[in-house]
């Protein structure tokens, strides 16, 4: 399969085919998880409201947490679709699409074609790139701008040029708009890494280092320079020492964990593909010691630079990232989403060579890789029916979610393409065994995120609460606040400021104003007050909540 495609233009139309197959289906339909995708896309929406495109502001509050690229990207997209979720995430989507299309770039330079390609559709096809494609954050454009530096430094070294530093910067300093240092920090100890390694350091040694790094300080720093001024200052001192020093140093909103953290974030946001990761670290140890040592020598290669050199260079990449963000503190799994391109390239490295016969492992490793991509779907199947209270679990039966329970059947996918690799590998049809795990990846990967996350939307409460907030509404002059229950989305659904009120006098005092108010707050919360509310009042909606397991409602007091 993949080697009939001899030229670019075909890898690239599979390959937006199969990314627009992939990340489109009801990108916009399932309202925005909170707490990320209802900060980004208010923030984006009340730039554009304000007309100011400098400093970022949610709930009408300056935002320190990111900075500004993703939000730009989000005000086009909502000139051109509206101000709705598909707008909202449809930068995500782009940027993802992007961030495949530049490995699959890199991959040929770094092996062959038909490696380049089928690391392109590994990319796409894991679970937690595929999640990234479909939330209005800025990690899948954080992905796309380190893919496109480290794929300018390596297109220059090979070529043992260095024109690279230029491009390299203005690369640079767009992943600095989209999620801060990280953009230009880790790319570079990237490349510092591999240069030592293959003691080629002298490389930087140049007077175009020097251009370099004004390219990418006239692509970053003018924004930040103008938030700087327009803040006061404030914007600065919130993004680089809180969202950046204090949250490497410690654990923020809770959310540490141990040192093999990523570890296990890799293996399962790598799924289905991480079934192979053994067999491919293996290979690409041996890879990056000598082309000897019991492995064939591919004729491929030969118009390329050293294997060893490539798999080295993916090496550098992985180690950085994975020891960088370990150290941290704070942890959470999209922060190491940029590794999943080279750890997709060697992936595709392995499978590729021995779908031609150039590594033989043994038949069982290989057996059993196959098994756990079966084990894979089974429990997948198990985990969503226990999620949607068909199989019973007592920690989950406050919080089951039963449209799940028609979303468990594309857990047999990977059976299915377990046994038919299984066969093909049988009788040494390695290539169709290959096809079979691809194609089976794409329809688990793409069927669960195109249905499962719409099937949780029935629980998520801010849209459907502010959509029968918005029904009452007959005059612009009002007012919104919360009780104990707050969503980040809640102010882009309500598109207005949305008051959170700290105890039971401040919401009596709320509801008594002499202008339509609109509350929001658990039932429970509301049956307590209700008594002590005078003048008219009544409840607009109600509806359960995904995150607190519990009914919220909304009063109005006219």
């Known amino acids: 399969m993949f080697r009939r495609f001899h030229h670019r233009a075909g890898h690239y139309l599979l390959l937006i085919a199969l990314v627009a197959g992939l990340y489109l289906p009801n990108l916009g339909a399932p309202s925005l998880w909170d707490i990320d995708e209802g900060n980004n896309a208010e923030a984006a929406r009340e730039m554009l409201e304000r007309g100011n495109w400098g400093v970022p502001t949610f709930n009408f509050q300056t935002r320190v947490d990111k900075p500004a690229l993703l939000y730009w990207l989000q005000i086009t997209a909502y000139r051109v679709f509206g101000i709705n979720e598909f707008a909202a995430r449809l930068p995500s ?8 299309l530049l490995a699959y770039e890199l991959g040929r330079l770094l092996f062959t074609p038909a490696a380049a390609l089928l690391g392109g559709v590994i990319l796409a096809s ?8 479909h939330f209005a954050n800025p990690d899948a454009l954080l992905s796309a701008c380190t893919i496109l530096t480290l794929l300018i430094f390596w297109s220059g070294f090979r070529r043992e040029g260095r024109g690279w530093f230029i491009p390299a910067g203005v690369s640079a300093g767009l992943g600095v708009l989209a999620k801060g240092p990280v953009g230009l920090v880790l790319p570079g100890a990237v490349i510092l890494l591999f240069l030592l390694w293959s003691r080629r350091l002298r490389l930087l040694l140049d007077r175009r280092l020097a251009l370099g790094v004004l390219a990418f300080a006239v692509t970053a720093l003018p924004w930040y320079v103008w938030v700087g001024a327009e803040t006061k200052g404030e914007f600065l001192r919130g993004f680089f020492w809180v969202h950046n020093v204090s949250r490497y140093c410690a654990p923020m909103e809770g959310h540490g964990g141990p040192p093999y953290y990523y570890l296990l974030t890799l293996i399962l946001g790598f799924v289905p593909w991480s079934v192979f990761l053994g067999l491919t670290l293996w290979y690409a140890v041996q890879e990056s010691r000598t082309q000897d040592r019991g492995l064939r020598i591919d004729p491929d290669d030969s118009a390329r630079p050293d294997p060893r050199s490539s798999v080295r260079f993916l090496w550098c990449w992985i180690a950085v990232y994975l020891v960088f963000f370990s150290l941290s503190s704070t942890k959470l799994p999209n922060y190491i989403l940029p590794v999943y391109a080279p750890m997709a390239l060697l992936t595709a490295r392995f499978l590729d060579r021995w779908q031609r016969g150039f590594v033989s492992p043994p038949a069982w490793v290989v057996h059993a890789s196959l098994a756990f991509l079966g084990l894979v779907g089974i429990a997948t199947s198990l ?16 919080r089951s979610l039963p449209g799940l329970a028609v979303h468990a059947w594309p857990g047999l996918l990977p059976v299915l393409g377990a046994a038919a690799a299984w066969g093909c590998a049988a009788r040494r049809q390695r290539r169709g065994a290959v096809v079979s795990i691809a194609l089976t990846a794409v329809l688990f990967v793409g069927t669960l995120a195109g249905g499962a996350s719409v099937a949780v939307d029935a629980d998520k409460a801010p849209r459907p609460l502010a959509q029968a907030f918005e029904s009452q509404q007959t005059e612009r002059e009002v007012r919104v606040g919360c009780y104990q229950y707050f969503r980040p989305s809640l102010v882009f659904y309500c598109r207005r400021e ?18 339509p108010v609109y509350l929001f707050t658990p039932a429970s ?34």
């Open 93 to 100: 989507a782009l940027a993802a699409l992007a961030a495949v």
């Open 126 to 133: 894991t679970a937690m790139f595929a999640a990234s494609a």
């Open 383 to 398: 985990g969503l029916l226990m999620a949607a209270g068909v199989i019973d679990v007592a920690a989950l039966r406050s």
């Open 525 to 558: 919360v509301w049956q307590r007050l209700e008594a002590r509310v005078p003048g008219p009042h009544r409840v607009l909606g109600r509806h359960r909540d995904l995150y607190l397991g519990c009914d919220v409602v909304v009063v109005g007091n006219h």
């Open 498 to 515: 949305v008051s959170q009120l700290a105890d039971e006098q401040q919401v009596l005092e709320f509801l008594r104003y002499p202008i």
